[in-house]
């Protein structure tokens, strides 16, 4: 509980209808996505900032009374970054979501750190312009959070991620001083690029007030294309004969037998489910010569041991398709009353051994799991169904989780693609970073947070 003095402190800095301080209402954000068993604590309080000035009071007030706090957009994330780990205040941007510049001939849109990012690709959309960033939640997470946790999806393969589209930040520091970012212009060269190192900093570093964001011109058609294969090596074999043909899919995604069988069970698609696994390959581009590219990648699998391949220029159809690859998640709580998932990414040459290297790990500890990920990037979204209350279950999670992060390492990869570090993955970090390297990040940390108020214990142990 926060003490009555510092309630009242909090009521000067803020109206009553942003302060809640039940527990009750504090309770809703103890939690975020993350099915976990490690502790998390009750916020002390929970307060909705409106403006920058908000943002800067409370920093302020927190900072001087060494309080924690805890950033959150729509609490979306995977692995417990903006869960408690002390004392905290929970800060909640979603009364900051406002689109507050749109610039259609500069191709910019300036934005408040709650503008849920599906609301930036229909506003660009609105005149002709695109902002590809899509992590598969992005009718609800927030542009804050998207890069804060160095946010990607399904599209990353040929537009990059959600850093791929920060022109400028304005940030406020923990003792509330306002930092801007960033010329704001698609080319910069004058300093360190300090947008960048917000992105993945988990709101360890500063708060996002505003990001201007870049925008390209949005693609005027696209299509599907789906392909069945006897093995991950052959589907990887048919991935890279699409590079060599010279097309560039947006999107190359695939869903492995279990997958397919239990979005099947869930939601019934008329996915084939005999085959070992799919590919999605959607391409992107002018609707004059989209179908010679379809063309081109159906002749490329051909060579390439594929079955079944299909061209979807259908919309209704392809929105049937690409509910089927989202709703996997879902699909997997059907199996277990709890669902885990990673986001380990190795080059895209190992990733079939990566594949087979985990399912025979997950076998081995007896883990029912289901494969999908992004085949062009290399990135695999192990969807582990179990029981965490289980207690001999619980151990092997943990035992194959060390396995594969081994492997991932090995294979010349990394522990996190696209959902962060946050406390789930804090133990592991020492075994993919340099040494040196942490130690800067640390010496950041203290540089920009000197008393450790801006959400602790998430990516390392100071
Ligand atoms: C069903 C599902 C599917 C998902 N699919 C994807 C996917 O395809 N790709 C992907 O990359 N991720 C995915 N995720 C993970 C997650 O949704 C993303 O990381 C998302 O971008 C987080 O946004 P959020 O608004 O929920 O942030 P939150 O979870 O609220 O916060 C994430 C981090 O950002 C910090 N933060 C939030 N706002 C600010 C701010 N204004 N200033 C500073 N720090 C801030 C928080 O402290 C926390 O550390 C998925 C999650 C779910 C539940």
Known sequence: MLSKSSIKDLSSILTSKNILISKEECYCYAQDSTNTRKPTKIPNAVVFVESIKDIQNVLKYANSNHISIVSRGAGTNMVGA????????????????????????????????????????????????????????????????????????????????????????????????????????????????????????????????????????????????????????????????????????????????????????????????????????????????????????????????????????????????????????AAVTQLAPDVVTDDIIVPRSSLADMVDACRIICEKYKLKTCFVGHVGDGNIHPQIALNLDDEKEFRNYMDAKAEIYDMVTNLGGTISAEHGIGIEKIDYIKDTLDDVAIEYMKRIKKTFDPNNILNPGKIFRI
């Open 82 to 329: 903006c869960t408690c780990q002390e004392n905290s205040i929970v800060m909640n941007f979603s009364k900051m979501n406002k689109i507050l510049e749109f610039d259609p001939i500069n191709m910019s849109m300036k934005v408040q750190p709650g503008v849920v990012v599906d609301d930036i690709k229909k506003i660009a959309e609105s005149k002709g312009l695109y902002f590809p960033p899509d992590p598969s939640n992005f009718k609800v997470s927030t542009i804050g959070g998207g890069i804060a946790q160095a946010s990607g999806g399904a599209k990353s393969f040929k537009y990059g991620t959600i850093k791929d589209y920060i022109l400028s930040l304005t940030l406020v520091l923990a003792d509330g001083t306002i930092m801007k970012t960033g010329a704001g212009t698609v080319k910069d060269a004058v300093g360190y690029h300090l947008s960048q190192l917000m992105v993945g900093s988990e709101g360890t570093l500063a708060v996002i007030a505003e990001a201007e964001l870049k925008l390209i011109p949005k693609p005027e058609a696209n299509a599907l294309i789906t392909a069945y294969f006897d093995s991950m090596s052959d589907a990887v074999k048919g991935v890279n004969s699409i590079i060599e043909s010279r097309v560039f899919p947006s999107t190359i995604d695939f869903m492995d037998k279990n997958a397919i069988n239990t979005v099947e069970n869930f939601c019934p698609s008329g996915l084939i489910r005999e085959k070992d696994c799919m590919l999605l390959i959607e391409i992107e581009d002018f609707a004059y010569g989209l179908e010679n590219q379809a063309i081109k990648i159906k002749n490329a699998l051909k060579g390439s041991s594929a079955s079944n391949v299909n061209i979807v220029f259908d919309n209704e159809q392809k929105e049937r398709i690409w509910i089927a690859r989202r709703a996997s998640y």
